[in-house]
């Protein structure tokens, strides 16, 4: 058996880089060993590709070469980090995966959601996380939070009725995966949140013997 694979989503501002430190600082106490790795990114090649997606100067890439740059960037990062890390027994915890792609490219952008789920399944061979953690903050909150830590990305400098769709796919996603996707208020103070997001890796780790 694989090590556990463990993504966090959600909508901009949802604390996801901060609860990501969180869980690998209170795994490796435990003397457990995991990667921390993000998407798009994760590899030299896949960094690359980020840089140009998450560009303001990119802003008028179209929707069908953002999803297949999204998708180039995944397919290297499964293939020469994440999928042999989990192969060699490292807990793989990663800031954003393929729901990303359903909620940015799909509701976000308005690509059919049948040919992303297709071109999602061939990027990663089938790879599913075994436990996604969805940091859930209205949009706004969510907004004005990323404002303060960053200027805003391409992504981040869209239109507010954009980041609406987003966070509503997310939460149909959780609607439809209740046993592997589990709803988070990232409103509440970190700890908080932290604290729940160790119970739930706690009930995997536990039903993984």
Known sequence: MRAPFITFEGPEGGGKTTQVALLERALLDRDIRCQVTREPGGTELANSLRKVLLSVATHGMGAKAELLLMLAAR???????????????TTVICDRFVDSTVAYQGAGRGLDMGLIGKLNHFATSGLVPDLTLLLDVP???????AARTSRPDRFEGQALDF?????????QLAEREPERIKI????????????????QVDKLLRERG
């Open 163 to 171: 980041h609406q769709r987003l966070r509503e796919a997310f939460r």
């Open 139 to 145: 949009v706004e909150v969510g907004l004005k939070r």
């Open 184 to 199: 988070l208020d990232a409103r509440q103070p970190e700890e908080e949140t932290a604290r729940q997001v160790l119970e």
């Open 75 to 89: 397919a290297d990062h499964v293939q020469r980090l994440i999928r042999p890390g989990l192969d060699e027994g």
